[in-house]
C-alpha cells in the first residue's frame, strides 16, 4: 500500500495520526496507549466508541483520538497478570 492509498484508508476510516500524536503529546507514547488499550479490547473489554466493528488496533487508535483513552493509561495498574508460557513437557 502506498502513502497515498494509505492516507484515503485512514480517511475512510476517519482516523488522523496527526490527531491522535497531538492527543498523547508524542508518538511513542500513542504506540504504548493504543497497544495495551488493544490487549483490553482482546480480552473482551467493552469499547468506548460506537461504529462499524473493527479490529482490536483500530478500536484504541479511535478512542484516543476521540479522547476517551489517554496518557493515564500508562500509568493505569494492569488488571490482569500477565501471561505465562506452559511448561513444556519434552521436546527441547
Known amino acids: 500500500m502506498n502513502k497515498q492509498q494509505e492516507l484515503e484508508y485512514e480517511a475512510t ?3 488522523s495520526n496527526e490527531l491522535c500524536v497531538a492527543m498523547v503529546e508524542n508518538r511513542y507514547d500513542l504506540v504504548l496507549i493504543g497497544a495495551r488499550r488493544a490487549r483490553e479490547l482482546g480480552r473482551g473489554d467493552a469499547p ?25 493509561y500508562l500509568y493505569k495498574e494492569t488488571e490482569v497478570a500477565p501471561r505465562r508460557r506452559p511448561k513444556d513437557h519434552g521436546g527441547f
Not at 55 to 63: N, W
Open 48 to 72: 468506548r466508541v460506537s461504529g462499524p466493528k473493527h479490529s482490536h488496533v483500530l478500536t484504541a487508535i479511535k478512542e484516543i483520538e476521540h479522547g476517551k483513552v489517554g496518557r493515564d
Open 13 to 15: 476510516l476517519g482516523l
